[in-house]
């Protein structure tokens, strides 16, 4: 079982990329999922979360109203649409189950990781 992200790479500040997270082994479907970033010499960082239904998100400040979590239940992937890229937002990506299918009050309670993507965005 893992997940599998993908979708990052190398883009200019103000540009756009989306992140995609696919599983193998287990279905994604009716669970909580999240983002969480590592940028370099820093700790990995909760960024984004959403529910099972897909009714309640959630997101850290710096992202607000620039990226979008969202799932596609058809598609069994979630996604992470980054907009307005800053070059703050560099670091890798994770993907990240949590084991329910409401959003955990502590955030960082993951169930499985993936392996991450890589967002690097240039000045």
């Known amino acids: 079982v893992r997940l599998v992200e993908s979708g990052g790479g190398l883009v200019q500040a103000g540009d756009s990329l989306r992140l995609s997270c696919a599983a193998s082994?287990?279905?994604?479907?009716?669970?909580?999922m999240g983002w969480f970033r590592q940028a370099p010499g820093k700790e990995r960082e909760f960024v984004s979360a959403?529910?099972?239904?897909?009714?309640?998100?959630m997101y850290v400040d710096p992202v607000k109203g620039r990226f979008t979590i969202s799932r596609d239940s058809a598609k069994d992937t979630v996604y992470l649409q980054m907009n307005n890229l800053k070059p703050e937002d560099t670091a890798a990506y994770y993907c990240?189950?949590?084991?329910?299918?409401?959003?955990?009050?502590?955030?960082?309670?993951?169930?499985?990781w993936g392996q991450g993507t890589q967002v690097i965005v240039a000045s």
């Open positions: 990240a189950a949590y084991d329910g299918t409401t959003i955990p009050y502590y955030t960082d309670r993951v169930d499985l």
């Open positions: 082994g287990r279905t994604l479907n009716n669970y909580a």
């Open positions: 959403i529910s099972g239904s897909g009714e309640s998100t």
